[in-house]
């Protein structure tokens, strides 16, 4: 089981990137997903986070400029940023709880992706 994320990348100040993240592998279901970040010399934080009903819910600093979605048949969560700041620099991870099928078990599983940097120059 992995997740793997992609569309970081160095940007200006009031620009866009969309980060995507798929989960693969012995995956019965993905129940909640969402986004970290940690930047320099800082605690991971949540970004945003939507449930498997597509409930959502953001970190105030981002409110109004990141939008998080998810593609239930393609098991992918995704993090439309808009209006980028310098102080949204930092490493983005991607979560997931899932539900696995492995035989005839069904276990839970939080899967972390390998990190994408969004770096955002003023």
């Known amino acids: 089981v992995q997740l793997q994320a992609s569309g970081g990348g160095l940007v200006r100040a009031g620009e866009s990137l969309t980060l995507s993240c798929a989960a693969y592998g012995r995956i019965y279901r993905v129940n909640d997903m969402g986004w970290y970040r940690q930047a320099p010399g800082k605690h991971r934080e949540l970004v945003a986070f939507?449930?498997?009903?597509?409930?959502?819910n953001y970190t105030d600093s981002v409110k109004g400029r990141f939008t998080i979605s998810r593609d239930n048949a393609e098991n992918t969560v995704y993090l439309q940023m808009n209006g980028l700041r310098p102080d949204d620099t930092a490493v983005y991870y991607c979560?997931?709880?899932?539900?696995?099928?492995?035989?005839?078990?069904?276990?839970?599983?939080?899967?972390w992706g390998q990190g994408t940097q969004v770096t955002v120059s003023s």
């Open positions: 939507i449930t498997g009903g597509g409930t959502t």
């Open positions: 979560n997931a709880d899932l539900i696995l099928h492995i035989g005839s078990a069904y276990p839970s599983y939080t899967a």
